[in-house]
């Protein structure tokens, strides 16, 4: 089945400054990519999202990446900001049938003013 | 749009016990729902895919006689955890997928945190 890696599990980083985050997926039939944000006792939020017949997407302060040859998509949020502390989660999934989605360990980001 | 919701939000329940969870997608019809258990600053971990009509689909290692999934609508699934014991205690969290088949994403509910005593 599918797994999916997650790096770093932490990541510490002064407002403003950029943050990345990686993730690597096993099963090459993956072709979704969804990002979820999840702060302190609160369900998870989509953030952005990548089908795997685009290379990149990007939303204001975020983008995402995906290497399919590679198998490994990263998150990229530019000029972080305090609320964007909270932990994150990739995931990868096989879109079609149920679509079950496949997380990673997820990384707690901490922006420092 | 795009909100589920689960009931309750907090049990507390004696040991031996069964609790019943309820996810509902309350703007949207899911033929499908996912079921996830997530331990405190851990990830979220797929139990299993609910399906409206049919047999839910269980990860390895999740007793499906431990956690009955029922799908009876097509905004409503159950998880009932039976026989529960203190180390069936974590936050239990489902998602809903709209039936759109264009739509690959999942809308979460708030979560249940499950304390066994």
């Known amino acids: 089945g599918e797994n999916v890696e997650q790096h770093p599990s932490t990541l510490s980083v002064q407002e403003g400054d950029s943050a990345v985050i990686k993730c690597t997926y096993s099963d090459s039939a993956s072709n979704y990519f969804p990002w979820y944000k999840q702060e302190l006792g609160k369900r998870p939020q989509l953030i952005i999202d990548i089908r795997s017949n685009v290379g990149e997407k990007k939303d204001q302060r975020i983008a995402v990446t995906l290497n399919k040859t590679a198998k490994h998509f990263s998150l990229h949020i530019t000029e972080t900001q305090p609320e964007d502390s909270a932990v994150y989660f990739c995931?990868?999934?096989?879109?079609?049938?149920?679509?079950?989605?496949?997380f990673g360990a997820g990384t707690r980001l901490a922006v420092h003013p | 749009g795009a909100v589920v919701s689960q009931h309750p939000s907090r049990v507390i329940c004696k040991s031996g016990t069964s609790v019943k969870i309820e996810c509902r997608s309350l703007d949207f019809q899911a033929t499908t729902m996912f079921w996830y258990r997530q331990f405190p600053k851990k990830s979220l971990m797929l139990m299993a895919t609910?399906?409206?009509?049919?047999?839910?689909?269980?990860e390895q290692g999740v007793e499906k006689d431990k956690f009955l999934i029922n799908h009876a609508s097509l905004t409503l699934s159950t998880l009932t955890v039976t026989s529960a014991h203190p180390e069936d205690s974590s936050f239990y969290i489902c998602?809903?997928?709209?039936?759109?088949?264009?739509?690959?994403?999942?809308?979460f509910g708030p979560g249940t945190r499950l304390t066994v005593t």
């Open positions: 609910s399906n409206e009509g049919s047999k839910a689909t269980y």
């Open positions: 995931a990868a999934g096989i879109s079609g049938g149920y679509n079950k989605l496949i």
């Open positions: 998602s809903a997928r709209p039936t759109d088949v264009l739509t690959y994403e999942q809308y």
